[in-house]
């Protein structure tokens, strides 16, 4: 079982950075995802950017421009930093990780953190 970690969330106003953080138990060799997931109050959970670990990356257009994604591997990391932050941006961000192992593919969520951008 692998535990995801979220850190960096809080409250910051718009035009503002912060950056999220998310630390991994345990490490592994299989090809697999990182990335950042978000949930805004009364809407579903919607992807916000991943990173193979390969180095692939994937965006919402909807922070394409603004968000960069990045991962440490050796230190089973992944960031998110976040610029140039909108109210729009408010929800809780959840820390995500998909493992393709030759026994099966296999999917981990961090508790989340919430990011609030006031305007």
């Known amino acids: 079982q692998v535990q995801l970690v979220e850190s960096g969330g809080g409250l910051v106003q718009a035009g503002g950075s912060l950056t999220l953080s998310c630390a991994a138990s345990?490490?592994?060799?299989?090809?697999?995802?990182m990335g950042w997931y978000r949930q805004k109050a009364g809407k579903q959970r919607e992807l916000v950017a991943t990173?193979?670990?390969?180095?692939?990356?994937n965006y919402a257009d909807s922070v394409k421009g603004r968000f960069t994604i990045s991962r440490d591997n050796a230190k089973n990391l992944v960031y998110l930093q976040m610029d140039s932050l909108k109210p729009e941006d408010t929800a809780v961000y959840y820390c995500?990780?998909?493992?393709?192992?030759?026994?099966?593919?296999?999917?981990?969520w961090g508790q989340g953190t919430q990011v609030t951008v006031s305007s």
């Open positions: 345990k490490s592994i060799s299989s090809p697999n995802i």
């Open positions: 990173m193979t670990n390969g180095g692939t990356t």
């Open positions: 995500n990780r998909v493992e393709m192992t030759p026994w099966g593919r296999y999917e981990y």
